[in-house]
């Protein structure tokens, strides 16, 4: 089976992103877990909308959506401050 995908946005919510990739002629996508140049959390995903993507995973039409840190997180940083908020939201 070929896999392809790309970034999607989380604004929509999840199964937009879902439905987003396979009307792109994809199966799978890639998604930040909060801004990427930034420290703003990301809002929590509604049950309902999680159950959505959940559907398409279980029917076979969405493959491994993957989660990508922030580019702030930084665990080998030389400033104390990064490196702990870093240990931090990656134990979240």
Do not use: W
């Not at 996508?29 to 990427?36: E, G, L, R, S, V």
């Not at 159950?51 to 491994?64: D, M, Q, V, Y």
């Amino acid at each position: 089976m070929f896999v392809i995908g790309c970034h999607l946005s989380t604004e929509k919510g999840y199964t937009a992103m879902g439905e987003q990739i396979l009307a792109m002629g994809g199966n799978t996508f890639q998604y930040f877990t909060k801004n990427p140049r930034g420290r703003t959390p990301s809002k929590t995903p509604e049950p309902a909308d999680v159950e959505g993507l959940s559907a398409l995973i279980r029917e076979g039409k969405i493959f491994s959506p993957l989660a990508h840190a922030p580019y702030t997180y930084n665990p080998c940083s030389a400033d104390e401050g990064v490196r702990n908020y870093s240990a931090e939201s990656m134990h979240r």
